[in-house]
T-cell receptor, first 111, second 114 residues
């Protein structure tokens, strides 16, 4: 069966520090991969999605970037974090259809 | 761009009663899907119910049902016999066929009172 792993669960980082959040999927090939952010008390905002290795679509211009170095690996990065980058980050995958499966999320606090 | 609007930031219901959460969306497409997701305090996203736009019949999953009004672009969620475990954030979401993207509303926080 398919599983999605996202880590770390919680992260506290100082302003200006780099960021790397990782997400991996098991049990499937060539999934669509997604990064969403949920600010406190807000809905989910799509940040990036990928339909294949090296293919990244950005939805919102910001301080973040995404990469897909392997088929089932999706990484969210920043060179210098801002206070506004704080939030709950969710990774998700699909088999190229409308059914998305979500990871357990990473709570990022930038201080 | 497609938008999803949830006009009720918060709702409350008495245990065992029925509550309806509202959602409207904006699209010019005919091939799409609509969803309701539940996010409990654990913050895990849980799919509650799914509706294909080409189906006229409203989706039902146990105590959860939808009222899908395609012409009005309305997609409300009805929770019957509310239970304490139904307390959560509920998100309405839209997926356009071929777009690869799931777009969410801002959510409705549901409180269930004992």
């Amino acid at each position: 069966s398919q599983t999605i792993h996202q880590w770390p669960a919680t992260l506290v980082q100082p302003v200006g520090s780099p960021l790397s959040l990782e997400c991996t999927v098991e049990g499937t090939s060539n999934p669509n991969l997604y990064w969403y952010r949920q600010a406190a008390g807000r809905g989910l905002q799509l940040l990036f999605y990928s339909v294949g290795i090296g293919q990244i679509s950005s939805e919102v211009p910001q301080n973040l970037s995404a990469s897909r170095p392997q088929d089932r690996q999706f990484i969210l990065s920043s060179k210098k974090l801002l206070l506004s980058d704080s939030g709950f980050y969710l990774c998700a995958w699909s088999e190229g259809n409308e059914k998305l499966f979500f990871g357990s999320g990473t709570q990022l606090s930038v201080l | 761009a497609q938008t999803v609007t949830q006009s009720q930031p918060e709702m409350s219901v008495q245990e065992a009663e029925t509550v309806t959460l509202s959602c409207t969306y904006d699209t010019s497409e005919s091939d799409y899907y609509l969803f309701w997701y539940k996010q409990p305090p654990s913050r895990q996203m849980i799919l509650v119910i799914r509706q294909e736009a080409y189906k006229q019949q409203n989706a039902t999953e146990n105590r959860f049902s939808v009222n899908f009004q395609k012409a009005a672009k309305s997609f409300s969620l009805k929770i019957s016999d509310s239970q304490l475990g139904d307390a959560a954030m509920y998100f309405c979401a839209y997926f356009e066929g071929g777009s690869e993207k799931l777009v969410f509303g801002k959510g409705t926080k549901l409180t269930v009172n004992p």
